[in-house]
């Protein structure tokens, strides 16, 4: 069975750009969640979606932004990239709150 | 608030000998916890989660991890080290306040193991 599958694997940027990173979870699980991790901190959460509705958000700026499709894919969008915004972004599936599986991750550099 | 320590920047091993990785939460409520580990340019594999029963719980690879409730701890232990080991180690907690990350993992900064042979 395929895990939870990202997209790009890695990508460079540059300030002010605008970006989108992809994810699908594994078949079956409906919801969807983001991280952001800084290097050498653990990852921070940035949003969940469940059945295409946003159920959570974490403490970011409005510049970060995402969405759930009908197939439960979900994409993450982050606009007028700051220097700060390189980390790898995490995508977590699930079948309910808890016990999530995450993908291998988005490296983003901004530079 | 609710928050996760892991207390150690980095633990160092000799292959063989016994290893444990410390983590203590703030929670309210009861706490569901959580081990993930990180290799080198990789994503977090699941090792082990403690929702309710048994305090030692046994997960992935050998490593098992000891909940205690007085000491609000969830230490990751295994019994004997391997080379392989060596990567980092995030520790876990479900997010039970009313703020919009409910339900979501607050995770430590994470701690490197190194085990050397």
């Known amino acids: 069975d395929a895990g939870v599958t990202q997209s790009p694997t890695h990508l460079i940027k540059t300030r002010g750009q605008q970006v989108t990173l992809r994810c699908s979870p594994i078949?079956?699980?409906?919801?969807v969640s983001w991280y952001q991790q800084v290097l050498g901190q653990g990852p921070q959460f940035i949003f969940q979606y469940y059945e295409k509705e946003e159920r959570g958000r974490g403490n970011f700026p409005d510049r970060f932004s995402a969405r759930q499709f009908p197939n439960y894919s979900s994409e993450l969008n982050v606009n007028a990239l700051l220097l700060g915004d390189s980390a790898l972004y995490l995508c977590?599936?699930?079948?309910?709150?808890?016990?999530?599986?995450f993908g291998s991750g988005t490296r983003l550099t901004v530079v | 608030a609710q928050s996760v320590a892991q207390p150690e920047d980095q633990v160092n091993v000799a292959e063989g000998n016994p290893l444990t990785v410390k983590c203590t939460y703030s929670?309210?409520?009861?706490?569901?916890l959580f081990w993930y580990v990180q290799y080198p340019n990789r994503g977090l594999q699941f090792l082990l989660k403690y929702i309710t029963g048994d305090n030692l719980v046994k997960g992935s690879y050998g490593f098992e991890a000891e909940f205690n409730k007085s000491q609000t701890s969830f230490h990751l232990k295994k019994p004997s080290a391997l080379v392989s080991d060596s990567a980092l180690y995030f520790c876990a907690v479900r997010d039970t306040g009313n703020g919009g990350s409910q339900g979501n993992l607050i995770f430590g900064k994470g701690t490197k193991l190194s085990v050397k042979p």
């Open positions: 977590a599936s699930s079948l309910e709150r808890g016990g999530y599986t």
């Open positions: 078949s079956g699980h409906k919801s």
């Open positions: 929670v309210s409520g009861n706490p569901y």
